[in-house]
């Protein structure tokens, strides 16, 4: 069965350090691939999307890989602050049945000062 | 000037009840969607809509119904609401061919 495994429940850092997290899928042929971010009682914000023939994106002080290969995307906040604590969800897009995102159930970020 | 907006935040209702949840985007987007986020924070896609058009229907049991009176526009209608059905839901839009995603603040809805 598809299904779509974020690492971690939870992710601790110190400010300044790189948060890294991992979003991994198996039985899933997805086109693309987005990062989401919710903080508590919101709605997802979106960050970044990146297409199966992409391999790096990147925003300012994020950036996302996508390995097909692996069946992994890993989600990377360089020079964190504690702003950027929220939980950080991924989601994807199959290239079939367009519209239909599946999402990962998230990791919480907590960047200490 | 909300994005997408949902009403209400809250909602308390007792088993048994009809409940409605309303959405609103002014994005000029042509689809929108249902999705509910149970309490272990799984947000699972129920109704997409395009141009008022049902595409998506996630085995959702029939007292939910979504109605599309227009495309800015995605309600969704409970009926016979059971403990289970607790959860937050939140609607979103996005432009065809353009998947980013934009999300309202969500609807806590309670049954007791």
């Known amino acids: 069965s598809q299904k779509i495994e974020q690492n971690s429940e939870a992710l601790n850092i110190q400010e300044g350090k790189t948060a890294t997290l991992t979003c991994n899928y198996t039985?899933?042929?997805?086109?693309?691939l987005q990062w989401y971010r919710q903080d508590p009682g919101r709605g997802p914000v979106f960050l970044l999307l990146?297409?199966?023939?992409?391999k790096e994106k990147r925003k300012e002080r994020l950036k996302v890989t996508f390995d097909t290969t692996l069946k992994q995307s890993l989600f990377h906040i360089t020079a964190s602050q504690p702003a950027d604590s929220a939980t950080y969800l991924c989601?994807?897009?199959?290239?079939?049945?367009?519209?239909?995102?599946?999402f990962g159930d998230g990791t919480t970020l907590t960047v200490k000062p | 000037d909300t994005a997408v907006s949902q009403t209400p935040k809250y909602l308390v209702t007792q088993m048994g009840n009809d409940k409605s949840i309303k959405c609103e985007q002014n994005?000029?987007?042509?689809?929108m969607y249902w999705y509910k986020q149970d309490s272990k924070k799984f947000l699972k896609i129920m109704f997409s809509?395009?141009?008022?058009?049902?595409?998506i229907n996630e085995t959702v049991p029939n007292r939910f119904s979504p109605k599309s009176p227009d495309k800015a526009h995605l309600n969704l209608h409970i009926n016979s609401l059971e403990l289970g059905d607790s959860a937050v839901y939140f609607c979103?839009?996005?432009?065809?061919?353009?998947?980013?995603?934009?999300f309202g603040q969500g609807t806590r809805l309670t049954v007791v």
């Open positions: 994005l000029g987007h042509d689809t």
């Open positions: 989601a994807l897009e199959p290239s079939t049945n367009a519209g239909k995102s599946t």
């Open positions: 979103a839009s996005s432009q065809a061919g353009n998947t980013e995603a934009f």
């Open positions: 990146i297409r199966e023939n992409e």
């Open positions: 809509y395009n141009n008022k058009e049902l595409i």
């Open positions: 039985n899933y042929s997805p086109a693309y």
